[in-house]
C-alpha cells in the first residue's frame, strides 16, 4: 500500500462545477498535510495548509479526517484556470515528506 | 523576490556522463532538498540538507551526489552510475526542518541520449 494515495484521474469538469478530490494516508502519526498544485511540466505550487478544523481559501476547501486518515479538497465554481494537478502531501516529521502521485483536473468551457 | 533558481532548465547526458544540475535561493532557508519527479508518480526524495557542510541521503541517493558549501546553494550531480537518470529534477527549501511548506524551484528536464 502506498503512504499517500490519490485517484489519478483525470476528472472532466464543466464551468462552474463544484469537484472534490480525496487523499488517504497510511501513517496515523502524520503531523501536518497540504495541497499543492502543479501545473503541466511546471514545480508544484503550495496551494493550501490542511488543519484539523478544515479551511477555506476563497473557492478552495481543505478538510482532514484524522480517524479516516484521509483529507480532501473541495473547489466550488470551477475556473479553467484550476486545470492543473493536484498533489497531495503529508509531513510525517523530521524530514520525512511524502508526495502523492496527484489527481488531474480539467475544466472545460 | 526570493525564490529558488535552478539551471539549466533542459539538460541532455550521454551515456557514460556525469552531469551537474545548479540550485540557488535567496531566501535564507536553511534546508534544501532535492527530488525527482517521474510519470505518475509523486516526488521522491534524493538528498537534503539542513545545514552548510552537512547532507543526508534520501529515498533514492544511489548515482547521485551533493555538496552543500554555502548556504545559498545545494548542487546536485547525477552520476554516470544512476541507469535511469531521465527525469524532472527539483529543488526546494523551507526556513528549517519541521511541517513547513516547500518553494520550488523550477525544475530541470534531464533526458539521456
Known amino acids: 500500500r502506498k503512504e499517500v494515495e490519490q485517484d489519478p484521474g483525470p476528472f472532466n469538469v464543466p464551468e462552474g462545477a463544484t469537484v472534490a478530490f480525496n487523499c488517504t494516508y497510511s501513517?496515523?502519526?502524520?503531523?501536518?498535510f497540504f495541497w499543492y498544485r502543479q501545473d503541466c511540466r511546471k514545480e508544484p505550487k503550495l496551494l493550501m495548509s490542511?488543519?484539523?478544523s478544515g479551511n477555506e481559501d476563497g473557492r478552495f476547501t481543505a478538510q482532514l479526517n484524522r480517524a479516516s486518515q484521509y483529507i480532501s479538497l473541495l473547489i466550488r465554481d470551477s475556473k479553467l484556470s484550476d486545470s492543473a494537478t493536484y498533489l497531495c502531501?503529508?509531513?510525517?516529521?523530521?524530514?520525512?515528506?511524502?508526495f502523492g502521485a496527484g489527481t488531474r483536473l480539467f475544466v472545460k468551457a | 523576490d526570493g525564490g529558488i533558481t535552478q539551471s539549466p532548465k533542459y539538460l541532455f547526458r550521454k551515456e557514460g556522463q556525469n552531469v551537474t544540475l545548479s540550485c540557488e535561493q535567496n531566501?535564507?532557508?536553511?534546508?534544501m532538498y532535492w527530488y525527482r519527479q517521474d510519470p505518475g508518480q509523486g516526488l521522491r526524495l534524493i538528498y537534503y540538507?539542513?545545514?552548510?557542510?552537512?547532507?543526508q541521503k534520501g529515498d533514492i541517493a544511489e548515482g547521485y551526489s551533493v555538496s552543500r558549501e554555502k548556504k545559498e546553494s545545494f548542487p546536485l550531480t547525477v552520476t554516470s552510475a544512476q541507469k535511469n537518470p531521465t527525469a524532472f529534477y527539483l529543488c526546494?527549501?523551507?526556513?528549517?526542518?519541521?511541517?513547513?511548506?516547500?518553494?520550488f524551484g523550477s525544475g530541470t528536464r534531464l533526458t539521456v541520449v
Open positions: 540538507s539542513q545545514i552548510v557542510n552537512d547532507f
Open positions: 490542511v488543519y484539523s
Open positions: 502531501v503529508v509531513y510525517t516529521g523530521g524530514f520525512k515528506t511524502i
Open positions: 501513517n496515523s502519526a502524520s503531523q501536518s
Open positions: 526546494a527549501s523551507t526556513p528549517s526542518t519541521g511541517p513547513y511548506g516547500y518553494t
Open positions: 531566501l535564507n532557508h536553511d534546508a
